[in-house]
């Protein structure tokens, strides 16, 4: 089974940046597509970026793509999310998952109901 463990949130003004950190442990850990979510008060859980298990493919929500950007660290068992240009809509709790991901399937990687392992969530706050 596995654990998964975000870090790396907190308050930040608009146009600020943060990293994001999901540190990951379990067995075969490595084999496992991660995803990257939000879910702000009062609206539904939303895809970000995901990221493959070679690390190959990558997707990107249109409201996140090119100021956020996902990486992993396969020594530190470590998935990255780089926030930056924040802007207040930004404001949620930020979420990690994981689960086998097919290239088939690939199409699902920004899809909440496909994940079956998740982390506890950090807290973004983007305010002046």
């Known amino acids: 089974q596995l654990q998964l463990v975000e870090s790396g949130g907190g308050l930040v003004q608009p146009g600020g940046s943060l990293r994001l950190s999901c540190a990951v442990s379990?067995?075969?850990?490595?084999?496992?597509?991660i995803g990257w979510f939000r879910q702000a008060p009062g609206k539904e859980r939303e895809g970000l970026s995901c990221?493959?298990?070679?690390?190959?493919?990558?997707n990107y929500a249109d409201s996140v793509k090119g100021r956020f950007t996902i990486s992993k660290d396969n020594v530190k068992n470590t998935v990255y999310l780089q926030l930056n240009s924040l802007k207040p809509e930004d404001t949620a709790v930020y979420y990690c998952?994981?689960?086998?991901?097919?290239?088939?399937?690939?199409?699902?990687?920004?899809?909440?109901?496909?994940?079956?392992?998740w982390g506890q969530g950090t807290q973004v706050t983007v305010s002046s």
């Open positions: 379990g067995f075969a850990w490595h084999y496992y597509a």
């Open positions: 998952a994981a689960d086998v991901l097919p290239v088939s399937e690939q199409r699902m990687c920004l899809t909440p109901g496909y994940f079956n392992s």
């Open positions: 990221i493959s298990s070679d690390g190959a493919f990558t």
